[in-house]
């Protein structure tokens, strides 16, 4: 249980420092306005680009690290995700940030993009164990 728990974790983590990371240098570059300002359509499209991207690889680094039923683990952070991001929406909705069909579709890729970086874990399991053709 606790390594099921620590798998979960180490994704979120993953995801939320990752982004934030990424957010950070974003901004610092330019390429984002001032924090203060609300983020246009395209900084939208682009946070949202990249978040699905780093949210995949988390789902691949948590089923990766589960001690079984990866797929299980990876849509398992699919909903701390569409948790998460409901709390964040909620939260947000009315201050102004941007477009609000972007934490909507926080919520809504949260499981697809996890079942997706589940798969790709899988998927490479099953190539590796596969014997070559003769």
């Known amino acids: 249980?606790?390594?099921?728990?620590?798998?979960i974790v180490v994704g979120v983590l993953f995801v939320v420092v990752l982004t934030?990371?990424?957010?950070?240098v974003l901004h610092a570059?330019?390429?984002?306005?001032?924090?203060?300002?609300?983020?246009?359509q395209a900084d939208a499209v682009l946070a949202l680009s990249y978040r699905i991207v780093i949210s995949?690889?988390?789902?691949?680094?948590?089923?990766?690290?589960a001690p079984g039923s990866p797929m299980k683990h990876a849509m398992a952070l699919g909903l701390v995700g569409v948790v998460l991001a409901t709390f964040g929406?909620?939260?947000?909705?009315?201050?102004?940030l941007g477009p609000r069909w972007y934490p909507v579709s926080l919520i809504v890729c949260a499981i697809p993009q996890c079942w997706v970086g589940g798969r790709i874990y899988q998927s490479r399991l099953t190539t590796a164990m596969t014997p070559p053709a003769v």
């Open 29 to 40: 570059t330019g390429v984002f306005g001032p924090w203060a300002e609300p983020m246009d």
């Open 20 to 24: 934030t990371g990424v957010d950070i």
């Open 56 to 65: 995949v690889a988390g789902a691949w680094l948590t089923a990766r690290l």
């Open 89 to 96: 929406a909620v939260a947000t909705w009315n201050l102004g």
């Open 1 to 7: 249980m606790k390594r099921s728990v620590w798998a």
